[in-house]
């Protein structure tokens, strides 16, 4: 996007001037304004969809499209792990580059001029593929940080400097729980919907699952990468935490069915009834982490298989309660093992229910 500023104190920020160095289409702009940006953008005559006077942010419409402009801002976490506090916007640039996480996200460039502000090295680290924190608290203050380095590590390659890496090694030996998990989900999510299995593999071997739990994830019996590609389910970041402990992620009432019907398909001796009537992400939890070989056969083979015959067509032939839902499972289980059965087979196997009670 073209913009201009006759002030000199616009700046872009963060991740799309880190992808641009890198030869990459930014996702995001991200624009920082070294004073007070609600201000700037007024002067500027922008049509302004949405202010945070705290932080001085504003929400603006540019050419149809929605862009961000964020005063610069000092902070300090007064309880870590939490949320952390603004304490002066409109600061100098350079204060506000190093609250971020890591060096490679703390270059600004100029609009006006395109001259790079790198007051920390981050260009160098990305030359050398290095994250790096700012101080040894970093993870301390916003433990969601190691996640977010976990995931730049996964889309970039990069690696955690010899002193952030043990700096990340003494936090996930000395955990605090007492931290904002819906930040913890979040990354979470962000991370484990690169869809890539090196993704789970460091999380369980690096033991950054320590963040969320002491209890180690059970690792998948298949490819999860594999399995989510070839039936085509996005967001599966449920899939990659299996049966660990999710209660602390405050999760969805999806999310939460999702679990329940997992447990549903586990716990069922006829797993298959279960599965016809459950959400596809479960199905795949039960494929991953139980077994394998009668998943792949349901979702290929199985999946959309369900008796022709109804309980209503039952209940005109004379049965009745109990005989209809034992009659409707002899069903089932002959419509997974003949996936071809017709009515009229179903029919058999009620006529037949009949002879023999």
């Given at each position: 996007?073209?913009?201009?500023?006759?002030?000199?104190?616009?700046?872009?920020?963060?991740?799309?001037?880190?992808?641009?160095?890198?030869?990459?289409?930014?996702?995001?702009?991200?624009?920082?304004?070294?004073?007070?940006?609600?201000?700037?953008?007024?002067?500027?005559?922008?049509?302004?969809?949405?202010?945070?006077?705290?932080?001085?942010?504003?929400?603006?419409?540019?050419?149809?499209?929605?862009?961000?402009?964020?005063?610069?801002?000092?902070?300090?976490?007064?309880?870590?792990?939490?949320?952390?506090?603004t304490t002066d916007t409109g600061c100098p640039l350079k204060d506000d580059l190093i609250r971020r996480d890591f060096t490679v996200n703390s270059i600004a460039k100029s609009v006006k001029t395109n001259k790079l502000f790198d007051p920390t090295g981050g260009q160098n680290d990305l030359e050398n593929g290095i994250l790096r924190v700012h101080h040894d608290k970093s993870f301390i203050d916003d433990p969601t940080?190691?996640?977010?380095?976990?995931?730049?590590?996964?889309?970039?390659?990069?690696?955690f400097d010899n002193h952030t890496e043990n700096l990340k090694e003494e936090y996930l030996n000395n955990v605090n729980y007492d931290i904002s998990y819906s930040r913890l989900k979040k990354e979470l999510i962000d991370c484990f919907n690169l869809n890539r299995d090196e993704g789970l593999n460091r999380f369980i071997?690096?033991?950054?699952?320590?963040?969320?739990?002491?209890?180690?994830?059970?690792?998948?019996?298949?490819?999860?990468?594999?399995?989510?590609?070839?039936?085509?389910?996005?967001?599966?970041?449920?899939?990659?935490?299996?049966?660990?402990?999710?209660?602390?992620?405050?999760?969805?009432?999806?999310?939460?069915?999702i679990i329940e019907e997992f447990n549903a398909i586990k716990e069922n001796s006829n797993p298959y009834k279960i599965c016809s009537k459950s959400d596809i992400r479960s199905i795949l939890l039960w494929t991953a982490f139980v077994n394998p070989d009668k998943g792949l056969h349901y979702l290929r083979e199985l999946?959309?298989?369900?008796?022709?015959?109804?309980?209503?067509?039952?209940?005109?032939?004379?049965?009745?309660?109990?005989?209809?839902?034992?009659?409707?499972?002899?069903?089932?289980?002959?419509?997974?093992?003949?996936?071809?059965?017709?009515?009229?087979?179903?029919?058999?196997i009620a006529k037949k229910y009949y002879r023999d009670n």
């Open positions: 996007m073209n913009l201009t500023d006759d002030t000199g104190r616009l700046y872009y920020v963060g991740g799309c001037v880190r992808d641009e160095i890198l030869g990459l289409q930014p996702v995001d702009i991200d624009l920082c304004y070294e004073g007070d940006a609600i201000e700037y953008v007024k002067e500027c005559g922008y049509e302004i969809i949405k202010t945070q006077k705290n932080i001085r942010t504003a929400k603006v419409l540019i050419n149809g499209k929605e862009i961000d402009f964020a005063s610069t801002r000092k902070e300090y976490y007064p309880k870590t792990g939490h949320l952390p506090v940080r190691i996640i977010r380095g976990l995931k730049f590590s996964l889309r970039f390659g990069f690696k071997n690096e033991k950054i699952y320590k963040l969320l739990s002491v209890q180690k994830p059970q690792k998948p019996l298949i490819s999860i990468e594999k399995l989510t590609a070839e039936f085509k389910v996005k967001n599966p970041w449920l899939i990659y935490l299996g049966n660990s402990d999710l209660s602390k992620l405050q999760l969805t009432r999806s999310e939460t069915k999946r959309g298989v369900k008796p022709a015959i109804t309980g209503q067509e039952l209940l005109s032939l004379g049965f009745k309660g109990k005989q209809i839902g034992n009659i409707l499972d002899n069903i089932w289980e002959e419509k997974f093992k003949n996936p071809n059965l017709t009515h009229a087979g179903e029919l058999n």
